[in-house]
């Protein structure tokens, strides 16, 4: 079972910052925070990924809060390319660890 | 490009039949999974291999197997198809040579079970 609980749904204006959630509160201590998103039955493909530090990359922020036990993905500037299912997952780095996929957000930007 | 390639990209077969679907890694990466998507369905994993190995099970029915190859491509064989068979099939990669784990995913096999 996915580790992670998210909002099923979610809307955004155009141009706006879109801020998803993620509870993720039996989270171990080896476990980083993942996210993934899937366009339109395209493969999944990944944005970000931080362990406690807050992270950002070209795409994506990553706030996690102190306790670990939830976070929030902020896309700063949604674009109608940003409609999409995203999924936060939580695994530990190592080479067992199967990536499960809850049933994600389903994010829509908005005109 | 997440440098995933999978064969075909589309399928069509009756029910009965058997099928090979193939993933080709990233350059270096060990580790593969398999994931099925049925329609507005999830992504249900499968199986994962790493160098060879199996490392860890889904919920992946008997009539379907997979190995994993030395040059670390990998194969999905499903057999005695279903009409319930028919999804989207996608396998990923991921290295732990490197500080960055993260999967990269292959743009699928699309399987219809007539």
């Known amino acids: 079972d996915a580790k992670t609980t998210q909002p099923p749904s979610m809307d955004c204006a155009e141009g706006r910052a879109a801020n998803l959630p993620c509870n993720h509160s039996?989270?171990?201590?080896?476990?980083?925070v993942y996210w993934y998103r899937q366009i339109h039955s395209q493969g999944p493909q990944y944005i970000i990924h931080?362990?406690?530090n807050n992270e950002t990359n070209e795409m994506a922020s990553l706030i996690i809060t102190e306790d670990r036990k939830s976070s929030t993905l902020i896309l700063p500037h949604a674009t109608l390319r940003d409609t999409a299912v995203y999924y936060c997952?939580?695994?530990?780095?190592?080479?067992?660890?199967?990536?499960?996929f809850g049933k994600g957000t389903r994010l829509h930007i908005l005109p | 490009d997440s440098g995933v390639t999978q064969t075909p990209k589309h399928l069509i077969t009756a029910t009965g039949q058997r099928v090979t679907l193939r993933c080709s890694p990233r350059?270096?990466?060990?580790?593969v999974y398999w994931y099925q998507q049925s329609l507005d369905q999830g992504l249900q994993f499968l199986i994962q291999?790493?160098?060879?190995?199996?490392?860890a099970k889904g919920n992946i029915l008997e009539r379907f197997s997979a190995q994993q190859f030395p040059d670390s491509h990998s194969e999905l064989n499903l057999s005695s198809l279903e009409l319930g068979d028919s999804a989207l099939y996608f396998c990923?990669?991921?290295?732990?040579?490197?500080?960055?784990?993260?999967?990269?995913f292959g743009q699928g096999t699309r399987l219809t079970v007539v």
């Open positions: 291999y790493y160098n060879g190995e199996e490392r």
């Open positions: 990923a990669s991921s290295g732990f040579t490197r500080i960055d784990t993260e999967a990269f």
């Open positions: 997952i939580v695994r530990a780095w190592n080479r067992d660890d199967k990536i499960i």
């Open positions: 931080g362990l406690k």
């Open positions: 039996t989270i171990s201590g080896n476990e980083y």
């Open positions: 350059s270096g990466d060990l580790s």
